[in-house]
């Protein structure tokens, strides 16, 4: 008598969202768990981005500014040459020159950037503000209304500044990226008081937060998977938002990415060590559930990307 292997049903659903207008490109959409797709239907890949940012980025280790060495120090060079020469599916814009502690670019400086970017390529566009709560409910209405009908994602709303940020998406027809800190019932929350406000619950990204390989990962593993498993099994509206990792802001601040081998030699090559941190991290994140990664070194995208073939 054959073997019949036995599989899951799921009552739920996870939503499919699509971003950009020339080239656009989908994710999420399953019904099963990452990448069982013997079990039911996986219809789109999880999609990377390639990090971009408004300023050089000065404080990014050696390893990964080298790999964008003569076009990191102007923002639509450097979208470009992601676009053109590493044939990224889509860009992710991070504004950190508005940051009160860095340049302190006001949010006109900010719509310009990303008007240029905009008008340099054709693939989707993530707009992404510095993260400072205060600033970026300025920046990311006017990036938002620079964009209209871009179709991009803006992010990332927070519980404190949410209620602007949620409405500039709305009005100008974008994604929006709703961040909690790594806790499936704030995450839940959040959810619900964007939705609240008339925005369209299939138009979030979810972003539990997430960690570097070795500095809580396995954390940020379980809310996801606990996430997943709520729109899948519960049927959880309020969880059936595609999860967003943003992989390279975490991995390449940590130790492992930046101790010179002379200090540890029994490490091995800085560069190759980079890159793997940041492969690791990624690939554990999109087994855990993210169907949208956004990252920084070109072999690491490589690195994924061949991960994801082999699963799907």
Not at 86 to 98: C, D, E, P, Q, V
Not at 139 to 155: F, P, R, S, T, Y
Not at 238 to 258: N, R
Request: aromatic share 6%; net charge negative; with cysteine.
């Amino acid at each position: 008598m054959a073997f019949v292997a036995p599989k899951e049903t799921y009552s739920g659903k996870v939503f499919e969202v699509a971003i950009g207008t020339d080239k656009p490109v989908i994710f999420g959409g399953e019904n099963v768990l990452p990448f069982h797709s013997f079990e039911g239907n996986v219809p789109a890949r999880p999609v990377v981005a390639f990090e971009v940012q408004d300023t050089a980025p000065g404080d990014w280790p050696e390893t990964v500014k080298k790999a964008y060495e003569g076009v990191s120090g102007d923002p639509v060079t450097w979208a470009k040459h992601c676009q053109d020469t590493l044939g990224a599916k889509a860009i992710a814009l991070r504004l950190i020159g508005t940051h009160p502690d860095r340049e302190n670019r006001s949010p006109e400086e900010a719509a310009k950037t990303v008007r240029d970017v905009l008008a340099a390529i054709d693939i989707p566009l993530i707009i992404l503000g510095s993260n400072n709560v205060e600033k970026d409910s300025a920046v990311l209405v006017a990036v938002a209304e620079a964009a209209k009908d871009k179709n991009c994602i803006i992010g990332k709303a927070q519980e404190a500044n949410y209620k602007t940020i949620a409405a500039a998406a709305m009005a100008n027809n974008h994604k929006l990226i709703a961040m909690s800190e790594l806790d499936i019932n704030l995450s839940k929350q959040l959810n619900i008081l964007i939705t609240q406000m008339g925005f369209d619950k299939e138009k979030l990204i979810t972003d539990p937060m997430c960690s570097a390989l070795g500095y809580g990962l396995e954390y940020t593993y379980s809310v996801m998977e606990r996430i997943r498993l709520a729109a899948l099994t519960q049927n959880d509206a309020t969880m059936q938002q595609p999860m967003l990792g943003d992989v390279g802001m975490y991995v390449w601040k940590v130790k492992e990415t930046q101790a010179p081998e002379a200090d540890l030699p029994q490490w091995g090559s800085l560069a190759e060590r980079g890159i793997a941190w940041e492969a690791a991290t990624a690939g554990s994140l999109v087994l855990a559930g993210a169907e949208l990664l956004i990252m920084r070194h070109p072999e690491a995208v490589k690195a994924v990307e061949k991960f994801v073939d082999e699963l799907l």
